[in-house]
């Protein structure tokens, strides 16, 4: 291949940002890149096989550019294109899949006001209108202005909706949640950001409600505990799981995992230690770990509060999971949308390899990665396109990525929640584990993310067998004792429940035999008056946005979903709503049976249970508007 | 010993030849699976694909995105079957065959998947030209097969003007509340930036086949790749460069692979948009390319006189379907001989 680089050269600041990304990992500039060349005639330059080998670096330099200069120019990519030997046309097609990477101008500083389900409830388009008033319409960028803003889905802040993140490029690229937030505080937090990620004092008692319980597990150190600080991890008991699993030995650890029950809470509720084994027991080498903390759920903020409150717990438990299954590099790919989760598994990574516990003799080393906006690189094998510096397109399975994954190696993918009981079933052994909860599928601790129309909103943490009625007494119950309208299990690709399903048991077993989900643990309440067709249509648009597009069913079927969500919402269906339902029904059905990926499976699974369950009714159209033409 | 000292040494002395020509070893047992299709038992060599097998049993399979000569990326789902036992179905293009799998490939969800399919296709994309003269067979051949009615989703959108789904940015995005919005599609205009051929992205089915041509299953050019995501993912050079400011070195072989007419040479595209494209009356000629010595087949498509395109047979041994810009688009100085001027070699004027 002949690297074919034509067009604008990157400015000096463009150029230093990406060199300071590439530079300790490739090398300085080969000489492709103005550096040195063979001595003599100077034909050949030296460099470029080190750096073809990095496509994997292609994501952070992107990022890089985009912190440094507010958007991905063409000088830019030209420049990331030379230095890792990554044909532009490609460079282009994966910068351009990314919310986070925009590859037309865009002013430095941009709020992102998220407009998803739980904000919806809270004011979010009165936030964007005011938004609009002073600031022109969303992503308008007048030559000149410095600040825009733009419509965004989920932030994972719901419990303290309408929420918002300020990114602000230029040498010293930062971000800042701003929730709840007004066009006022807003328009503050974009002309005067501060250094904090997220300065709100009541962030951790909003988060976790529940901080200070003495029968808390997964939560006990939030709020309790410095998650600066890796002494006060110690202290509290941290890393003697992993002491505990090195004197077991990776068999035994694999062995009490199985033990305990524990599956997967990352959504698809795979057993845990069946993965670990069949990755443990793959002959191909290295074996790849990751920990998934993409999320990007409509609705869920559980792993925020874990990666914000006990990072090293997080970390610890990634080093058990690679001494178990074999792995000595574990990749943790971190959702952009988080600044502070950033900042604190930055410092803790930092504090646990000057401890000796990560990197050099530790046996095991994180690297962390910065996802840019993309709801889908949360699939597993989007997830390791992403890292290998692809468009994050979910492969067709099988192969598993137990035995072809992350860089086509055996590969353990595990949720951020399912990590973090981990230590805590090697410190309580395997039977203390599996008495916590229902036992069958159901062993251990779970969160839930109770959000919505509720007292007080949160990640609540319950052992497994707490019905949807006790969730919601743990957050006050429905807000202003109104009565309850529904409940969105699981979120966007999850299930709507009626106020007759406050009985039901939030295990595994009992919501899939009810038709529902745990999902990813979403509780999503809405009282009488909130406007479920409008929440329906929100859903809809968000696949439609969040579509990798690879595949016919959900490229074209999300489109047509949200357009007959649109037309039902406004009262003006195709012909009689009788006939728009039969094509919904059709189109649901094309997508969950002809989808490569879960997100297509999975797109009209609400919208339908709304439907079966009689919670929306679309009212018929006094006239029948047009019919098919 | 030097590698030239060595060469010098078994020239001067080459090793004694064996007394016989040794035997072939056996061949290897070739391992087979067994399944059923449609009820049907069926014997297939292991490695096989759900797609071959059920050819094997001259079961029709609808295939878009599948090229016989490119890595199977089953991505336009028409091919999908029903296996006993499996939450979805699967892609018959590039799932293997397992031994014991009960395979249904006309089973009414699978009647269903294709149907939404080809209406969702048929709905977003001009796919009239998407025919049986291209490699995969017809699309509306397909849609009467299934009883697809693409029109079912509401008039169609307006098309985009000429750059502006290439400058869609990914996000969320807002559409007011109370607009009933008509059905999106790729609509938009040619682009037409070179002598050589045209991109008419409202035909394209997004099916990845010209970006792997282009790529590592051919050419290894890299000038075009999948941009944007979701329904505006399109097919693009870096920042939408017209095709002389990128990589794009005119081999032709993502022409080639096309399977909708979204890519075209510009002869082909100029004499349609004429009404003049007069299919029936062409000839296709093959003949050895005159350039090089590699001696690619090419296939001359002649109306009029006219060499009207050049393509390459995807069974040709020496190409795959693959030429370089001198045998796909080399051939215009025969046009550029006056009418009736003779060559050494030709018959005798009558
Ligand atoms: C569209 C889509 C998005 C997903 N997003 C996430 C995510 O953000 N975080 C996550 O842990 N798992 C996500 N998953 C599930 C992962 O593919 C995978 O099953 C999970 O990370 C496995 O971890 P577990 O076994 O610990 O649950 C997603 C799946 C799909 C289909
Ligand atoms: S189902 Fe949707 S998100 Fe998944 S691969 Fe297909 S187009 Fe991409
Ligand atoms: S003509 Fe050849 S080089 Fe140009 S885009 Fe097509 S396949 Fe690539
Ligand atoms: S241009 Fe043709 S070959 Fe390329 S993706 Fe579109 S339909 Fe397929
Ligand atoms: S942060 Fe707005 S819905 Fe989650
Ligand atoms: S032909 Fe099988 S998915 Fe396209």
């Known amino acids: ?629 | 010993m030097t590698a030239q000292q060595d060469l010098d040494r078994i020239f001067r002395e080459p090793p004694a030849r064996p007394s016989r020509v040794p035997e072939a070893p056996p061949p290897p047992a070739r391992e087979v699976v067994e399944l059923t299709i449609d009820g049907t038992p069926v014997t297939v060599p292991a490695g096989s694909t759900i797609l071959e097998a059920a050819r094997g049993l001259g079961i029709d399979t609808p295939t878009l995105c599948y090229g016989e000569t490119l890595t199977p990326v089953n991505v336009c789902r028409v091919c999908v079957v029903e296996v006993a036992g499996a939450r979805v179905l699967a892609p018959a293009c590039s799932r293997k065959v397992e031994p014991g799998m009960d395979v249904r490939t006309d089973s009414e969800r699978v009647r269903l998947a294709r149907r939404m399919v080809l209406e969702l296709l048929g709905s977003s994309v001009e796919v009239d030209l998407a025919g049986p003269a291209l490699p995969d067979g017809s699309i509306a051949g397909y849609l009467e097969r299934y009883d697809a009615d693409p029109t079912r989703f509401g008039p169609p959108a307006a098309a985009a003007a000429a750059g502006d789904r290439d400058a869609r940015q990914p996000g969320h995005h807002h559409a007011p509340a109370g607009d009933a919005p008509a059905a999106a599609t790729v609509d938009q205009p040619v682009k037409v930036d070179n002598d050589l051929y045209v991109r008419d992205y409202s035909r394209c089915i997004l099916c990845y086949k010209c970006v792997e041509a282009c790529g590592t299953d051919a050419q290894n050019t890299f000038a075009i790749a999948v941009a944007g995501r979701g329904f505006d993912a399109r097919i693009s050079t870096e920042f939408a460069v017209p095709l002389p400011e990128s990589a794009c070195v005119y081999c032709g072989n993502c022409i080639q692979v096309c399977p909708t007419g979204a890519l075209m040479f510009r002869s082909e595209h100029e004499l349609r948009e004429a009404g003049a494209w007069d299919e029936p009356s062409q000839t296709v000629t093959d003949t050895i390319c005159p350039y090089c010595g590699v001696g690619c087949t090419l296939s001359l498509h002649v109306q009029d006189e006219r060499i009207v395109k050049v393509m390459s047979p995807l069974d040709s041994g020496v190409t795959h379907g693959n030429l370089c810009v001198k045998g796909r688009f080399g051939t215009e100085f025969v046009q550029l001989l006056p009418k009736g001027t003779r060559l050494p070699g030709d018959p005798p004027a009558a």
């Not at chain 1, 496509?55 to 420049?79: I, K, T």
């Not at chain 1, 046309?89 to 590859?103: D, I, K, M, N, R």
């Not at chain 1, 969500?565 to 969950?592: C, V």
């Open chain 1, 1 to 629: 291949m002949d690297l074919h680089v034509v067009g604008p050269a990157a400015t000096p600041d463009e150029r230093a940002a990406v060199d300071a990304v590439l530079d300790p990992e490739i090398g300085v500039a080969s000489g492709w890149t103005g550096g040195e060349r063979s001595p003599g005639d100077g034909h050949v330059a030296y460099g470029g096989h080190g750096a073809r080998s990095r496509r994997d670096l292609l994501l952070p330099a992107l990022e890089a550019l985009q912190g440094s200069a507010g958007w991905v120019s063409r000088g830019g990519l030209n420049h990331v294109s030379r230095r890792l030997s990554v044909p532009p046309a490609e460079v282009y097609g994966v910068a351009s899949f990314y919310a986070l990477l925009p590859t037309t101008p865009r002013p430095p500083t941009v709020i992102h006001a998220c407009d998803d389900l739980a904000c919806r409830l809270a004011g979010a388009e009165a936030l964007c209108a005011g938004l609009e008033a002073a600031l022109g319409p969303a992503g308008d960028a007048d030559d000149g202005a410095d600040t825009t803003w733009l419509r965004s889905p989920c932030l994972g802040q719901c419990e303290r909706a309408p929420a918002a993140l300020v990114t602000i490029a230029g040498s010293a690229p930062r971000a800042r949640a701003v929730a709840p937030a007004t066009h006022t505080t807003l328009l503050d937090a974009a002309a005067t950001p501060g250094d904090s990620p997220d300065p709100d004092p009541e962030r951790v008692a909003t988060l976790v409600p529940q901080t200070g319980d003495p029968g808390l597990r997964l939560l006990a150190r939030c709020g309790s505990v410095d998650p600066t600080s890796l002494d006060a991890y110690r202290a509290s008991g941290g890393y003697e799981a992993l002491a505990r699993a090195r004197a077991m030995g990776p068999g035994a650890v694999i062995d009490e995992v199985t033990a305990s029950g524990l599956v997967g809470r990352g959504g698809a509720a795979f057993p845990t230690g069946r993965k670990w084994a069949a990755v443990a027991a793959q002959p191909a080498t290295p074996h790849c770990l990751v920990c998934n903390a993409d999320e990007s759920e409509p609705g869920t903020f559980k792993d925020r509060a874990l990666l914000e409150e006990d990072p090293f717990a997080i970390i610890e438990a990634m080093t058990i999971a690679g001494f178990a299954t074999g792995a000595e590099l574990g990749y943790c790919y971190l959702r952009g949308e988080y600044p502070l989760a950033r900042a604190r598994l930055e410092n803790a990574i930092a504090q646990a390899r000057a401890a000796g516990l990560l990197g050099g003799d530790a046996g095991f080393d994180i690297e962390l990665r910065i996802g840019a906006g993309a709801y889908i690189a949360g699939e597993e094998t989007a997830l390791f396109e992403s890292i290998e510096g692809g468009r994050p397109e979910p492969r067709n399975k099988p192969p598993f990525p137990v035995e072809f994954g992350l860089f086509g190696k055996p590969t353990t993918v595990n949720n951020v929640e399912t990590l973090a009981n981990v230590p805590l079933l090697l410190r309580l052994g395997a039977d203390a584990y599996r008495a916590i909860g229902t036992g069958g599928a159901s062993t251990g601790p779970k969160l839930f993310c109770v959000s919505g129309d509720v007292a007080r909103p949160g990640v609540y943490e319950t052992p497994f067998g707490a019905t949807l009625g006790d969730v919601l007494a743990l957050a006050g119950g429905v807000r202003d004792d109104r009565p309850l309208q529904a409940v969105l299990l699981g979120g966007a690709a999850g299930v709507f429940v009626g106020p007759d399903a406050v009985g039901l048991p939030l295990t595994f077993e009992a919501t899939r035999a009810a038709g529902a989900t745990v999902g990813s643990g979403v509780v999503l309440v809405y009282d009488d008056t909130a406007d479920l067709p409008d929440a329906l249509h929100r859903i809809a648009a968000f696949f439609r946005d969040e579509s990798c597009g690879q595949c016919v069913p959900c490229r074209v079927g999300t489109v047509r979903q949200e357009e007959l969500l649109a037309r039902l919402a406004a009262g003006r269906p195709l012909g009689s709503l009788d006939q728009e339902l039969a094509l919904f029904a059709d189109l649901a059905q094309g997508m969950r049976d002809a989808s490569i990926c879960g997100l297509g499976q999975t797109a009209s699974s609400a919208i339908e249970s709304a439907l079966r369950a009689g919670l929306v009714r679309f009212a018929e159209p006094a006239e029948p508007a047009g019919a098919t033409a």
